[in-house]
């Protein structure tokens, strides 16, 4: 298809996404990085981030928490440890976790609980703005 390029989102349980998509913004390790069809050849790790594509003028987003992102002229493969589409994150529960994770690095611990509470708290921050950026506009 001309003008476009082959998303597909795969996590370990299932393939989330295989989609012919205008453009594609992932969370690279080293900061985020665009793909436009005919994008030379690369490899990137991920961070957890929002992963945004556009089709037909329409962004849509979905988190991923961790992976690797293939990138090639015709086609993009993520390779996530886990990702979420926007609509299937609920809100509440998004908004939940943010404040229990807020509540459990108020309390500390030893270093180790700290590093993973604040990790929990980026995913939920994440999860949270995603779902309510939907909810929103009612792109996904």
Not at 64 to 84: D, S, Y
Not at 98 to 105: D, K, M, Q, S
Request: include cysteine; hydrophobic fraction near 40%; charge should be neutral.
């Amino acid at each position: 298809m001309a003008g476009k390029i082959l998303l597909e989102v795969v996590t370990p349980e299932k393939q989330l996404l295989s989609q012919q998509v205008d453009e594609v913004i992932a969370p690279g390790s080293e900061g985020e990085f665009g793909v436009l069809p005919g994008h030379c050849h690369f490899l990137s790790t991920l961070r957890i981030g929002e992963l945004r594509y556009r089709v037909n003028g329409h962004t849509h987003s979905m988190a991923v928490l961790w992976g690797f992102a293939e990138v090639t002229p015709t086609k993009v493969t993520v390779m996530a440890e886990i990702a979420e589409k926007a609509e299937d994150i609920d809100v509440d529960r998004a908004t939940a976790k943010v404040a229990e994770v807020e509540r459990r690095l108020q309390v500390g611990g030893l270093p180790s609980e700290v590093k993973e509470a604040e990790i929990s708290l980026e995913k939920a921050r994440l999860r949270k703005k995603i779902a309510e950026r939907s909810r929103k506009t009612g792109h996904a």
